[in-house]
Nanobody
Framework: VQLQALGGGLVQAGDSMSLSCVASARTFSAYPTGWFRQAPGKERELVAQISWGGGSTYYADSVKGRSTISRDNAKNTVYLQMNSLKPEDTAVYYC?????????????????WGNGTQVTVSS
């Protein structure tokens, strides 16, 4: 499964952002999927995750209440909507598909990674 992360760019603090993770195969719908991010000098961290059917989600405390992860399996796509962006949200964002489901999802459990997309939030 190949994943492509779309969206991101330069935004202002307080703005909203939408990222998409598009998969190359319909089997993507069988994989729990997470959005991760990595800031310079920091480890990759989970932002949000969603179960294969979309019925279960989990958010990191840093984005809880201002982010929504969703998926449209008919379009092989997982979305991440983030509102009230902060400069500390600046990072390269990655989507990843995991075979198993655990909360929280770990980087080590990801079987397929998408390319990263840069999100820069200016103050």
């Amino acid at each position: 499964v190949q994943l492509q992360a779309l969206g991101g760019g330069l935004v202002q603090a307080g703005d909203s952002m939408s990222l998409s993770c598009v998969a190359s195969a319909r089997t993507f719908s069988a994989y729990p999927t997470g959005w991760f991010r990595q800031a310079p000098g920091k480890e990759r961290e989970l932002v949000a995750q969603i179960s294969w059917g979309g019925g279960s989600t989990y958010y990191a405390d840093s984005v809880k209440g201002r982010s929504t992860i969703s998926r449209d399996n008919a379009k092989n796509t997982v979305y991440l909507q983030m509102n009230s962006l902060k400069p500390e949200d600046t990072a390269v964002y990655y989507c990843g598909a995991s075979v198993g489901w655990r909360i929280p999802m770990s980087s080590e459990g990801i079987h397929y990674w998408g390319n990263g997309t840069q999100v820069t939030v200016s103050s």
